[in-house]
Nanobody
Framework: VHLVESGGGLVQPGGSLRLSCVVS????????MYWVRQTPGKGLEWVST????????RYPNSMKGRFTVSRDNAKNTMYLQMSSLGSEDTGVYYC????????RGQGTQVTVSS
């Protein structure tokens, strides 16, 4: 099982980023997937949920309207489009399978700073 996150970087407050998670070693198209993040102040935090066919998504209230999760099952890839980023969004972002605490990749660093 492999999950590889990418797309992080340094972005100014108010900016946008698109993260990707490419997976292998399991049947992606039948798996619930999650984004979680590790932030300096809050520890591990749930970011989003998407069901296997992409028709259902969920977010914490703090991220609704700013973050959009999607997936392309033909490419074994999940995405996280983030906008209106603030310093509180700084952290390492991970994709996870099956549950919030499921197998994760190595993460991708997102830094929001001017």
């Amino acid at each position: 099982v492999h999950l590889v996150e990418s797309g992080g970087g340094l972005v100014q407050p108010g900016g946008s980023l698109r993260l990707s998670c490419v997976v292998s070693g399991f049947t992606f198209s039948t798996t619930w997937m999650y984004w979680v993040r590790q932030t300096p102040g809050k520890g591990l935090e749930w970011v989003s949920t998407i069901n296997p066919d992409g028709t259902t998504t969920r977010y914490p209230n703090s991220m609704k309207g700013r973050f959009t999760v999607s997936r392309d099952n033909a490419k074994n890839t999940m995405y996280l489009q983030m906008s209106s980023l603030g310093s509180e969004d700084t952290g390492v972002y991970y994709c996870a399978r099956d549950t919030v605490g499921g197998t994760r990749g190595q993460g991708t660093q997102v830094t929001v700073s001017s």
